[in-house]
């Protein structure tokens, strides 16, 4: 910084101007580490971080649980006010407290990641049911807290949600995801994994309105069989990618209808045509391949 006259001497960083050059060229660079590190250097770095998180748009803390963490968040609570995705997976440290305020501020928020966060409750959800409405993507894996009543405010309030995952949900009925299938016309992502609820009834649902789903994910659903792998096959044409391991009851005669447009992650599986097997007065083997 210093010139060959020395004229500059004493000039640092932060004598840059910071509207069009600082938070434009730099603070984009930096992530949310380097930023709370600048951030200690000085009461003017302070400012200027403070004032800087003003502009950012993107928060990923996943699978962060750093000792002080929510401390740090605490700090974007007060000062974001413009973010448009978050990811807080797996980070068991968020809590209420310090979850509510942030989502309460930030209501231009798209994408919300909160898979695995086992310490918050369904209030939390409460500032992005009313507030954020261009949501389009909601991932709340394993959130064992996710209520019937929270789902159907969540669906009362919202008709843009592109992409949900609620695998793992078990507090969910087949009633209240039938509902918010019927009112997000537009969903192209769906995970429903482990989800007790999921019946035939529920896929013949998705085929119905979810015309434009294009990944499904139904792994562990015990109850569907191919009547509704069936439905699916025959309603969903932009379908791409269909999850269904650990579902005994679905068999390759459905699977097969999508074979060649959709990626299945179970492999063929070859049967005999048993019309084929002649008869010699002996038992016939059902072989599987």
Same mark, same amino acid.
């Given at each position: 910084?210093?010139?060959?006259?020395?004229?500059?001497?004493?000039?640092?960083?932060?004598?840059?101007?910071?509207?069009? =050059?600082?938070?434009?060229?730099?603070?984009?660079?930096? *992530?949310?580490?380097?930023?709370?590190?600048?951030?200690?250097?000085?009461?003017?770095?302070?400012?200027?971080?403070?004032?800087?998180?003003?502009?950012?748009?993107?928060?990923?803390?996943?699978?962060?649980?750093?000792?002080?963490?929510?401390?740090?968040?605490?700090?974007?609570?007060?000062?974001?006010?413009?973010?448009?995705?978050?990811?807080?997976?797996?980070?068991?440290?968020?809590?209420?407290?310090?979850?509510?305020?942030?989502?309460?501020?930030?209501?231009?928020?798209?994408?919300? +990641?909160?898979?695995?966060?086992?310490?918050?409750?369904?209030? *939390?959800?409460?500032?992005?049911? =009313?507030?954020?409405?261009?949501?389009?993507?909601?991932?709340? *894996?394993?959130?064992?807290?996710?209520?019937?009543?929270?789902?159907?405010?969540?669906?009362?309030?919202?008709?843009?949600?592109?992409?949900?995952?609620?695998?793992?949900?078990?507090?969910? +009925?087949?009633?209240?995801?039938?509902?918010?299938?019927?009112?997000?016309?537009?969903?192209?992502?769906?995970?429903?994994?482990?989800?007790?609820?999921?019946?035939?009834?529920?896929?013949?649902?998705?085929?119905?309105?979810?015309?434009?789903?294009? +990944?499904?994910?139904?792994?562990?659903?015990?109850?569907?069989?191919?009547?509704?792998?069936?439905?699916?096959?025959?309603?969903?044409?932009?379908?791409?990618?269909?999850?269904?391991?650990?579902?005994?009851?679905?068999?390759?005669?459905?699977?097969?209808?999508?074979?060649?447009?959709?990626?299945?992650?179970?492999?063929?599986?070859?049967?005999?045509?048993?019309?084929?097997?002649?008869?010699?007065?002996?038992?016939?083997?059902?072989?599987?391949?």
């Amino acid at each position: 910084m210093a010139g060959t006259d020395g004229d500059n001497d004493g000039l640092s960083l932060f004598d840059i101007v910071w509207e069009d =050059v600082l938070y434009v060229k730099l603070f984009p660079l930096l *992530s949310l580490k380097d930023l709370f590190s600048l951030r200690c250097c000085s009461q003017l770095a302070k400012t200027f971080v403070d004032n800087g998180f003003h502009r950012l748009r993107e928060i990923n803390l996943s699978g962060n649980n750093s000792p002080q963490l929510d401390q740090a968040f605490q700090v974007l609570a007060t000062n974001c006010s413009n973010v448009r995705v978050l990811n807080l997976a797996r980070c068991h440290w968020v809590q209420d407290g310090i979850l509510f305020p942030f989502l309460q501020k930030n209501r231009r928020l798209v994408k919300i +990641n909160l898979s695995d966060c086992m310490n918050i409750t369904p209030r *939390s959800l409460q500032p992005v049911i =009313v507030g954020c409405k261009q949501l389009t993507t909601l991932k709340l *894996s394993h959130c064992h807290w996710l209520t019937i009543g929270a789902m159907e405010a969540l669906t009362l309030h919202h008709t843009k949600i592109q992409e949900l995952d609620v695998s793992h949900c078990a507090a969910l +009925n087949e009633r209240c995801i039938s509902v918010f299938l019927l009112n997000c016309r537009m969903l192209k992502t769906l995970s429903l994994s482990n989800v007790p609820a999921v019946s035939d009834n529920l896929l013949i649902a998705i085929a119905k309105h979810s015309k434009f789903i294009k +990944n499904l994910n139904l792994v562990g659903c015990y109850m569907i069989t191919d009547r509704g792998i069936g439905a699916l096959a025959l309603c969903c044409k932009e379908l791409e990618s269909l999850m269904v391991r650990d579902c005994p009851q679905v068999t390759e005669r459905s699977l097969e209808l999508m074979r060649g447009r959709v990626f299945i992650d179970r492999p063929r599986v070859y049967q005999p045509d048993m019309n084929m097997v002649p008869n010699m007065g002996f038992p016939r083997l059902f072989l599987q391949v």
